[in-house]
């Protein structure tokens, strides 16, 4: 780039809000250019977070099973053994390729990669401090701020990302630790605590509040989850706060109480993970050149239409308001260029699915039983458990339930809820009803596959309103 050209969008941040918005102004015809600082596209969802611990948690779960659950099904292997670092190189092999391929859909869109940090000297100059030395100055008739988020830290607690990290590390480990105490029952430290534990590691989870999985999920599921989790050797904390911690000695202390009048106790451990929250990311982007707020939670402001109050400044992403989740940044990610390229788009935030990729998986869409409650809408429910669904039964792995919620007039889907195998890709057929304003009835009346998981999901929606037929 040199200091006269300009582009109809300059993106700064490469992580799936900035590289999906460069791909889609390539293709609605937009000069546009995409500044990512780290060296690979993807952000934090393809380089440290999305991608490779679903690595980790696919790996594991195959090693665990192998050591456990191979026997009773007639398979009898030889000795096992982890090798950590073909494990960890089998992550990096999918983060390089997938982080390439991002690469390769840039150019062939005709979007520009440019390598450096942004920041902002007015309102239409980015300047450049390019990662190989120099700087540029790029200007755009649109600009978007697409910068991301990072881990919260843990205050007096310094991230060394060897004995304290956050996810960054706990991905990247170079040996299973004995012990693990995991600050944060919510998502990362879920899917973090699965991964250790299922190679060995002792863990322990301390949760502030009296349910795990973070934000949104359904209590009941919640509670269901910890059952699970629990069986398989993640030991809970619940209603308990670190209140500090030390790094002096060989093993990391930290001092603990329980929240309900519990007695104080310590905990040792080799490996500390923070995952209290991730917060958002503005650092060193002269967002006050500008006169840009953040809000009190760091979120860059923005309208209905990605707008900060400089209209041709917009943001999306972890940076700005909504769940921290890679598919509603993507989301964003056409509709701001829409807005830009035709004047409309659109997100709708009642309908974006989660995922929690423990086994069984953990995921959900819509409102839970407590928001309802918590708004006095009314609502029914219909359950059905896996332990009563022929393809989870033969597949000996029947742990879980499908919940779903519908108004009780309209019969109208409110919200689904699931824990159990394979709940990751079941959410979407929930997510398509309730795009669709699906009631109950159009589920449970539309044909499913036999032997499916899925049919869980059908007989679910069928006791809402009816007997389901094999429970
Ligand atoms: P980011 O991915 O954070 O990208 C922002 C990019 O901007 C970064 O690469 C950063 O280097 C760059 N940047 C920042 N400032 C500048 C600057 N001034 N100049 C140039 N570049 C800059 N979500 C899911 O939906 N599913 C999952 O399974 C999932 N798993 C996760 C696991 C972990 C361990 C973590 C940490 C997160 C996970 N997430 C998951 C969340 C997901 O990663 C984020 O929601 C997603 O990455 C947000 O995309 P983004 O583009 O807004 O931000
Ligand atoms: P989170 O918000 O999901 O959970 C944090 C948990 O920490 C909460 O349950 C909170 O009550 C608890 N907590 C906060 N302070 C505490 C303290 N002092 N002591 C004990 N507990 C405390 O945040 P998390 O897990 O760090 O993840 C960040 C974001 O990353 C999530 O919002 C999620 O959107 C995204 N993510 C998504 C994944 C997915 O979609 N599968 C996977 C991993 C991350």
Redesign the pocket.
């Known amino acids: 780039a040199s200091a006269s050209e300009e582009k109809d969008l300059v993106i700064i941040g490469g992580g799936v809000a900035g590289y999906v918005a460069a791909i889609k102004a390539g293709q609605e015809g937009l000069k546009v250019a995409c500044i990512e600082k780290r060296g690979t596209l993807g952000g934090t969802c393809l380089n440290v977070?999305?991608i490779p611990?679903k690595s980790l948690l696919n790996n594991s779960h195959l090693y665990h099973q192998i050591l456990h659950d191979s026997k009773n099904r007639g398979i009898e292997v030889g000795e096992v053994k982890l090798n950590l670092e073909t494990f960890m190189k089998a992550k990096e092999t999918a983060v390089t390729g997938l982080t390439k391929g991002v690469e390769f859909l840039l150019k062939k869109n005709g979007a520009e990669y440019i390598k450096g940090t942004g920041s902002f000297i007015n309102e239409n100059e980015i300047k450049v401090e390019l990662n190989d030395g120099g700087e540029s100055v790029i200007r755009g008739k649109n600009i978007l701020i697409a910068t991301g988020s990072e881990?919260t830290p843990?205050p007096g607690l310094t991230i060394d990302e060897q004995r304290v990290v956050t996810?960054t590390g706990a991905i990247a480990l170079q040996k299973v630790p004995e012990t693990m105490t995991v600050?944060?029952?919510?998502?990362?430290?879920l899917?973090m605590a699965s991964v250790w534990s299922r190679l060995g590691a002792k863990v322990t989870v301390?949760?502030?509040?009296g349910q795990?999985g973070?934000?949104g999920m359904d209590t009941e599921i919640s509670k269901a989850t910890q059952r699970i989790l629990k069986k398989q050797g993640i030991e809970f904390k619940l209603n308990?706060?670190?209140v500090s911690g030390d790094t002096s000695s060989e093993l990391v202390k930290l001092d603990v109480d329980a929240a309900k009048g519990g007695k104080p106790e310590s905990i040792d451990s080799e490996v500390v993970l923070v995952?209290?929250?991730?917060r958002p990311y503005t650092q060193g982007l002269g967002l006050e050149n500008i006169g840009l707020e953040t809000d009190e939670r760091g979120r860059v402001i923005i309208d209905s239409e990605y707008r900060t109050k400089i209209p041709h400044i917009r943001c999306i992403g972890d940076v700005t308001f909504g769940?921290?989740?890679a598919h509603k940044a993507e989301e964003e990610a056409v509709a701001v260029v829409e807005y830009i390229s035709k004047g409309h788009g659109h997100v709708n935030y009642g309908c974006i699915p989660?995922?929690?990729?423990t086994h069984p998986e953990v995921a959900w869409v819509g409102q839970s039983e407590q928001d309802l409650k918590a708004q006095n809408i009314p609502y029914k429910i219909g359950t059905f458990p896996f332990s009563a669904n022929s393809r989870a039964k033969t597949n000996l792995d029947s742990e879980g339930l499908v919940k779903i919620l519908a108004d009780p007039e309209t019969d109208r889907l409110l919200g689904a809820h699931i824990v159990g195998p394979g709940a990751g890709e079941m959410i979407a057929e929930a997510t398509l009803a309730l795009e669709y304003g699906a009631s109950s009835e159009d589920i449970a009346r539309t044909c499913h596959a036999h032997p499916t998981l899925a049919e869980a999901f059908k007989e679910a929606a069928m006791a809402t309103y009816d007997k389901a037929i094999h429970f």
């Open positions: 977070g999305c611990s881990a843990f996810s600050i944060g029952g919510g998502i990362i430290g899917e301390v949760e502030f509040l795990i973070g934000p308990t706060k670190v995952a209290i929250g991730r769940p921290m989740l989660s995922v929690m990729y």
